[in-house]
C-alpha cells in the first residue's frame, strides 16, 4: 500500500464494510463480502485501468473514453440484474436485499471481466 492513497484506502474500505453491513448484517459473511469489495477497490488503484490524478486524494481515479464505456456497459448489466433479481425475489419470497447485492456484484464482476479483456 502506498502512502499518497491512504484517504483513497480508508473511505474505501468505509464503503466496502457498510455495503457488507447493510446487505448481510453483522458476521463472518458480512467481513468476508467486505474484504472482496475492498480488494475490487485496490485491484482498480494498482490496476494501471485509470489514470491517477492524486490531486484528488478521495477521488483520485479518473477514467479515459474506454474505460467510461465499460463502466456504462457495467452500470447497465448491473441495474438489469438487479431489477431481474427484484422481479425473481417478489416470486421467491428472497429477502429485500437481494437485488441490491446482485446489482453490485454484476457492476464489479461486468467491469473487471470487460477490463481483463481488453
Known amino acids: 500500500m502506498q502512502k499518497e492513497f491512504m ?17 448481510l ?15 475490487a477497490f485496490l485491484l482498480y488503484a494498482h490496476s494501471g485501468w485509470f489514470v491517477v490524478d492524486l490531486s484528488h486524494p478521495y477521488f483520485p ?4 473514453q474506454h474505460a467510461q464505456a465499460i463502466q456504462r456497459y457495467a452500470l447497465i448489466a448491473a441495474i438489469f440484474l438487479g431489477l431481474l433479481a427484484y422481479l425473481l425475489g417478489n416470486h421467491f419470497s428472497l ?24
Open 7 to 23: 484517504p483513497y484506502y480508508v473511505s474505501r474500505a468505509g464503503i466496502s464494510f457498510s455495503f457488507s453491513l447493510l446487505v
Open 25 to 39: 448484517g453483522v458476521g463472518w459473511q458480512a467481513l468476508g463480502m467486505g474484504l472482496l469489495v475492498f480488494g
Open 61 to 64: 481515479l479518473r477514467r479515459d
Open 95 to 118: 429477502p429485500a436485499k437481494f437485488p441490491l447485492m446482485i446489482g453490485v456484484l454484476a457492476y464489479f464482476i461486468v467491469q473487471i471481466g470487460s477490463f481483463l479483456k481488453s
